[in-house]
């Protein structure tokens, strides 16, 4: 088992930036992939971004391309999204993720077997 828990969340102006922690327990997850997701009312879970286990390989939606960053320190289990330039439409309930899955997968929701209880962003236009 792999407990995952994020925190940072909060209610920004149009412009600003926030930072997302997930931090993980049980489990080593290092060798995992480490996924963002978020989810506005009425949408469906959408990928964010993601990080290979080293943290070489990073994966971004073209949505938040050049205004978010992940990145992750395995050696204390934590896993960051930082956020900048966010906009009205970044509002919603970030989730971090991981599991055994593929390089390939890694925007698939499906296949990811842990997930945190999500934490509200809320950007003010």
């Known amino acids: 088992q792999v407990q995952l828990a994020e925190s940072g969340g909060g209610l920004v102006q149009a412009g600003g930036s926030l930072q997302l922690s997930c931090a993980a327990s049980g489990r080593t997850f290092m060798r995992n992939i480490m996924g963002w997701f978020r989810q506005a009312p009425g949408k469906e879970r959408e990928f964010v971004a993601a990080i290979s286990w080293s943290g070489i390989r990073q994966y971004y939606a073209d949505s938040v391309k050049g205004r978010f960053t992940i990145s992750r320190d395995n050696a204390k289990n934590t896993v960051s999204l930082q956020m900048n330039g966010l906009k009205p439409e970044d509002t919603a309930v970030y989730y971090c993720?991981?599991?055994?899955?593929?390089?390939?997968?890694?925007?698939?929701?499906?296949?990811?077997?842990?997930w945190g209880q999500g934490t509200q962003v809320t950007v003010s236009s």
């Open positions: 993720a991981t599991g055994a899955l593929s390089y390939t997968d890694y925007a698939k929701p499906s296949e990811y077997d842990y």
